[in-house]
Structure formats: C-alpha cells, structure tokens
Nanobody, 115 residues
C-alpha cells in the first residue's frame, strides 16, 4: 500500500511560480510511475505530468515548457515546478502513484492563480 501527501499549493499571481511536493510512504519500492493530475471546477480530472521509475516524463500539452516534474534523491518525493502560471491553471492538484496496475491518490492541494 502507498500513501501520498501533497503540499505547496496556495494563491499566486499570474506569471508567478509554485512548487508542489508529494511525499510517498509505504511500499514505495513497488511504484512504477508517479504523476500529478488536476481538476478545475466543472472539468474532469486531467493528467498534468508523470514520471516513470526509469526517469521518462510525460506532460500535458497545456503545460509543456512551463511545468517540470522530478523525483527527489530519496525516491520518496515527487515535485512539480510550475512557472509562468495562468488563471486557467487554477485547480486542485492531486499526486498519483501507479503500482502494478493499482492507482493511489493524495487528497489534493489547491492552486489558485489570480490577481
């Protein structure tokens, strides 16, 4: 079993930056991939960025060139560096872990981009 806890959300002005963190605990050696999803009001949850245990990354087209996903040195943390934030980035951001076909989710952290 894997447990995930997100942190780093908050209020930021357009053009600003935030870094989200996700701390994993439990059977982290079984994790195949980790990622960040987001859900805005009235929209379905969508993939923002993902990273595999081998280091391959995948990004949504809407965040390419602005967001970067990375794993911590201890492999129990994943980060999402968000730059050049836009109002449309406003959403609850969720950490996700994939382990042998099972998906684990954090409870989310709210990011609000507004002037």
């Amino acid at each position: 079993q894997v447990q995930l806890v997100e942190s780093g959300g908050g209020l930021v002005q357009p053009g600003g930056s935030l870094r989200l963190s996700c701390a994993a605990s439990g059977s982290i050696f079984k994790i195949n991939a980790m990622g960040w999803y987001r859900q805005a009001p009235g929209k379905q949850r969508e993939l923002v960025a993902a990273i595999t245990s081998g280091g391959s990354t995948n990004y949504a087209d809407s965040v390419k060139g602005r967001f970067t996903i990375a794993r911590g040195n201890a492999k129990d943390t994943v980060y999402l560096q968000m730059n050049s934030l836009r109002p449309e980035d406003t959403a609850v951001y969720y950490c996700n872990a994939d382990s042998s076909g099972l998906r684990y989710w954090g409870k989310g952290t709210l990011v609000t981009v507004s002037s």
